[in-house]
């Protein structure tokens, strides 16, 4: 079976790599494991819409479906300008491996469009919503493949393409799509879900480990919705973050920054720079703006990549100066960054494990409306909790006896559930 012909050190090369790895450390039939190399479908497929202005344009959309040997696929869908058919089918295979992972009746799928959203009115952001679920309409559905929010895609967009699946098969099906705003099915405890597993990953390091909250310093790279629920839930445990960044820099306190303050002062100031808040005061003596170079390679106990992939790789893993990487964002760390780290004995928690809570979550909102039945916030976390540790238990054992890294445990452990289903 031919293999993505790659040049350069890349998120689906370094995924690939990985897998290669695992393979070899679980003593997988390596025939079977080829069959995990890539999908088993790829959609391309034009977006056409008529723009404001009265002109019509086409964009590209996706859907890569990577393995359903466990269950329907189920992956996010994004809208960015560097969405490319590589960087779906690299997601869709993380996706794989993460509701393997988790224990979940799940395949692995992702979507997406290449565009801005943000170069989009109202109207023609519907427009381009709808029109990617008329395109995609023939290959997903509740029991086939259930897309959710990713990257710039939101409950509202959910709603929108919910209601146009609804259309297409002629009976409203809110079990078609997770990630819904709560009056259509969706979940309680949802938004907060992702980061409140990786809370619940960190809590585990620390009983692990053995390591005091308050003794604990924390960066993290991304206040988005990810990001910014980890920070608050750490903070009320007692973490001390002292760096916190978004898109265009980020901002330190070395007396440590309160989250919930930091996401009121950036609603009136739009942006994080400026916001050194510490109890009630926003502007902090000895705050300052730093870069995210700086706020990655800065001397804390704890980095936490929650923003995008690619951000470690072989140029900058050797400044790492954390003992603790904490993977929330999607392949934040490239094979060769994550081998460079691995020789300077850091703890990498990996992607599938440490953002697995949100996935946790949609699962529990595709029951909820299959079920018609609501769940309350309180039994989603304590959900997402429960399966989160046993996944991390699971993945540390393996670690112990193989004397691997997590990353190489959670790989390893994923790959042969899926293998041992397809046998
Ligand atoms: P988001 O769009 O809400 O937030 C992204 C954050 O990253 C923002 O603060 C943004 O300013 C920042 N950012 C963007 N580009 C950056 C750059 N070049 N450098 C530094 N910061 C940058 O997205 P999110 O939902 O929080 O997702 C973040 C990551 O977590 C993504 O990789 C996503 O795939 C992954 N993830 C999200 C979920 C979820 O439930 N939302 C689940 C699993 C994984």
């Not at 350069?8 to 897998?19: A, H, M, P, T, Y």
């Not at 994080?272 to 502007?283: E, F, L, Q, T, W």
């Not at 902090?284 to 870069?291: D, R, T």
Request: one cysteine or more.
């Amino acid at each position: 079976m031919k293999k993505f012909d790659m040049q350069k050190e890349n998120f689906l090369d370094s995924i690939q790599k990985k897998i290669e790895r695992a393979i070899e450390l679980s003593g997988l039939s390596s025939e079977i494991a080829e069959q995990i190399r890539i999908p088993q479908r790829v959609v391309r497929f034009q977006v056409p819409i008529v723009r404001d202005s009265g002109k019509k344009e086409i964009f590209l959309g996706y859907r890569s479906q990577h393995n359903n040997t466990l269950g329907p696929y189920k992956g996010g869908v994004r809208f960015h300008p560097k969405v490319s058919e590589k960087e779906v089918v690299a997601l869709s295979i993380l996706m794989s491996l993460k509701n393997s992972l988790v224990g979940l009746p799940f395949g692995g799928a992702k979507g997406g469009i290449t565009i801005n959203p943000f170069n989009l009115s109202r109207r023609e952001l519907e427009e381009i919503s709808r029109q990617y679920v008329r395109e995609i309409f023939p290959f997903i559905g509740p029991d086939t493949d259930i897309p959710a929010p990713d990257v710039n895609t939101n409950p509202h967009i959910m709603a929108l393409m919910v209601d146009e699946y609804s259309k297409l098969a002629g009976k409203f099906t809110p079990e078609s799509f997770t990630g819904k705003p709560i009056e259509l099915g969706g979940l309680e405890g949802r938004k907060e879900a992702t980061g409140y597993g990786a809370a619940v990953i960190l809590e585990k390091l620390q009983e692990t480990y053995n390591f005091s909250p308050e003794k604990t310093t924390l960066a993290i790279q991304g206040f988005g919705n990810v990001g910014e629920h980890f920070a608050k839930y750490v903070f009320e445990k007692g973490y001390k973050i002292v760096a916190l960044s978004e898109k265009n820099g980020g901002i330190y306190l070395k007396q440590g920054l309160d989250p919930e303050k930091v996401s009121e002062c950036r609603k009136i100031n739009n942006k994080i720079a400026g916001c050194y808040c510490r109890g009630s005061v926003c502007d902090f003596q000895g705050g300052k703006e730093i870069s995210n170079k700086e706020l990655l390679e800065m001397d804390v106990d704890v980095l936490v990549p929650a923003a995008i992939e690619d951000a470690i790789t072989k140029e900058n893993a050797s400044n790492i100066k954390a003992k603790y990487i904490l993977s929330i964002a999607n392949g934040p760390l490239t094979e060769k960054g994550e081998a460079i780290l691995r020789q300077n004995d850091k703890i990498v928690v990996p992607d599938i494990l440490a953002n697995a809570g949100g996935v946790i979550a949609s699962y529990l909102e595709w029951i909820q409306n299959k079920e018609r039945q609501l769940k309350k916030k309180e039994e989603v976390l304590k959900e997402v909790s429960k399966r989160i540790s046993q996944a991390f238990d699971r993945v540390w054992k393996f670690k112990e006896e193989k004397g691997v890294s997590l990353g190489e445990a959670a790989f390893s452990l994923a790959l042969t559930r899926i293998v041992n289903n397809i046998r």
